[in-house]
């Protein structure tokens, strides 16, 4: 396919995220893993019997990434992600003005709001879509699902009209 293959060398991958020099290339790998260290805890983990990848992914494995990159032990992993739950109200946060969007087969979906928790805390699941699909520019091959939640008047004016006036661009609402 004309790909080059991926990095499969534990130790090297950790040797990199060790690496604190700025750097186009992986420039957000290392702060993902730092804040999944000391704030959210999203591990994908494959340690049931039916999962089809390696059961080497396991938790231990996760966090073992926290203390030999971060020196952050696994007590300190649980006590920070368990502020950010207290803090920010994991999955039934109390705010105003958000939309949750998720699509139903990206992973990470499962750890969001999936239902309205307000007039003002809006949730979308977007059928047959993954990570971020919702924000990505419209493409001829994009799912019905999809096409609808961005026309979607969710966001309309009346929800958002404390910002002052609302332009669209490419069916994107804009604020000034």
Same mark, same amino acid.
């Given at each position: ?20 020099s700025i750097a ?16 959210? *805890?999203?591990?994908?983990t494959c340690e ?31 006590? #920070? ?7 920010? *109200? ?37 059928? #047959? ?26 966001? *309309?004016e009346s929800w958002? #009209? ?15």
């Amino acid at each position: 396919m004309g790909m080059p293959c991926l990095q499969n060398s534990h130790e090297e991958i950790l040797e990199e995220l060790r690496n604190s020099s700025i750097a186009m290339s992986d420039l957000a790998e290392r702060q993902w893993y730092f804040q999944t260290c000391t704030e959210f *805890g999203y591990y994908q983990t494959c340690e049931d019997p039916e999962c089809p990848f390696s059961p080497r992914m396991s938790l231990a494995y996760q966090l073992d990434i926290c203390t030999q990159v971060f020196n952050i032990s696994y007590r300190n992993v649980s006590e #920070g992600v368990s502020f950010t739950n207290d803090y920010y *109200g994991a999955d039934h946060p109390k705010a105003s003005r958000v939309l949750f969007v998720n699509g139903d087969i990206d992973p990470w979906h499962a750890l969001s709001v999936l239902k309205n928790e307000s007039a003002s805390e809006l949730a979308i699941l977007i059928n #047959g879509t993954s990570h971020c699909a919702n924000m990505y520019s419209p493409a001829p091959g994009d799912p019905w699902s999809l096409i609808r939640a961005r026309q979607s008047r969710l966001t *309309g004016e009346s929800w958002l #009209g404390d910002f002052g006036p609302i332009t669209r661009r490419q069916g994107i609402l804009v604020l000034p």
